[in-house]
């Protein structure tokens, strides 16, 4: 026999139960278009976002490899994780395009204001050739490393030689992005503002 007081429990419980479908259905509705950005911005990735720099997909963590300083003390390539890094690989010899992708890294990072601080810039030097001391100075600041020889630069994919490209490596030592032969540096800002902008790492 069902008692007056077991009848205003179930009442009670229906109550509830009633509000909490209501609070979930409020939080949907409430939560939906906060949703919709996130799958809009991160997976649909509209025709605007389109990076000018080719994406590396999947995302290329780097493998771990030690090369050499220019006096040839070790140079572990971890040390760098923590920070974007633009990278370049040429001779020592560096010839006209090697300081014009030199000058355009130097230029893109400065151009980043107060996020600069952000930004390495590395030169991988894939022979054992001299540098020359105007390009040491007019660079400095640029990490500059003895990797001939090291299986670590067949990390780096290239449409047809590894010298056209400037590539961009993420806080974490993925190879993310990989820039064309004769990139253009204004575009190449925009990516890398963007990716500052909304990178809550590095």
């Not at 010899?93 to 014009?100: H, K």
């Not at 390009?135 to 003895?146: L, S």
């Amino acid at each position: 026999m069902i008692t007056p007081l077991e009848t205003r429990e179930d009442a009670y419980g229906d109550v509830i139960r009633s509000g909490r479908i209501k609070m979930l259905l409020l939080f949907l509705v409430c939560a939906a278009p906060v949703v919709a950005s996130y799958v809009s911005y991160y997976v649909i990735k509209p025709d605007g976002r389109v990076n000018y720099g080719t994406l590396m997909e999947p995302v290329r963590p780097l493998p771990a490899a030690t090369l050499r300083h220019l006096d040839g003390r070790p140079f572990p390539f971890a040390d760098l994780k923590g920070k974007w890094v633009m990278l370049t690989i040429d001779h020592g010899a560096c010839d006209q395009p090697c300081v014009t992708k030199l000058y355009k890294m130097r230029q893109v990072r400065a151009t980043q204001g107060k996020d600069a601080d952000r930004i390495e810039r590395a030169w991988l030097i894939d022979d054992e050739a001299p540098l020359e001391t105007q390009v040491m100075r007019a660079y400095d600041g640029m990490h500059m490393i003895r990797a001939g020889g090291s299986p670590f630069l067949g990390a780096f994919p290239a449409l047809a030689d590894r010298r056209d490209h400037i590539y961009l490596i993420d806080p974490l030592g993925n190879l993310v992005l990989r820039y064309p032969k004769g990139a253009d540096p204004e575009k190449m800002k925009k990516d890398l503002a963007r990716l500052l902008r909304y990178s809550g790492i590095g």
